[in-house]
């Protein structure tokens, strides 16, 4: 008889702990909470949200750092791209100006022993004419004044 007694009680299990009371005491004690008992609650939940965030921060204001850092970089490196792009342009008209330069210098060079070629040179660098021809000089647009002077 004793078998059959102790198979048809019902197992007692440890009581299920939620927080710092279990769910028998909880379940017990229906009376309601002093205001210090309310007080005492409210200050550890509030301590432990506040350590929640704390550790919630700190990753957040890191992504926002390193954010900030890139839309920095990203605008900073925009605008050197840009400048440099203006200057290779400004190199490539460069170039082809001293490009022409360049083949002009080789055509007169090729021609450097011919008549014209003395003339030329006798002409724009030495300010020589020849013993029959007539200049006449504009002073309205001489080299000499600037373009705004009157006479």
């Known amino acids: 008889m004793q078998r059959q007694n102790s198979r ?22 229906k009376r309601p909470l ?3 008992e309310r ?6 939940m509030t301590g432990k949200r506040s350590k929640r965030r704390k550790r919630n921060v700190l990753p957040v204001v890191v992504l926002l750092m390193l954010a900030i850092y890139l839309v920095y970089s990203y605008i900073n490196q925009s605008f050197r791209l840009s400048k440099l792009r203006q200057e290779k342009e400004h190199l490539e008209m460069q170039k082809v100006v001293l490009q022409k330069e360049i083949e002009t210098l080789k055509l007169d060079y090729a021609n450097k022993d011919s008549l014209d070629f003395v003339e030329k040179i006798a002409r724009e660098k030495l300010g020589m004419i020849k013993s029959n021809e007539q200049i006449y000089i504009d002073i309205n647009h001489s080299p000499n004044k600037p373009e705004g002077a009157t006479p």
């Open 8 to 29: 048809s009680r019902k197992k007692q299990s440890p009581p299920k702990k939620r927080g710092s009371r279990t769910v028998q005491q909880e379940n017990s004690s």
């Open 39 to 44: 007080e005492h609650r409210r200050k550890m």
């Open 34 to 36: 002093t205001l210090e």
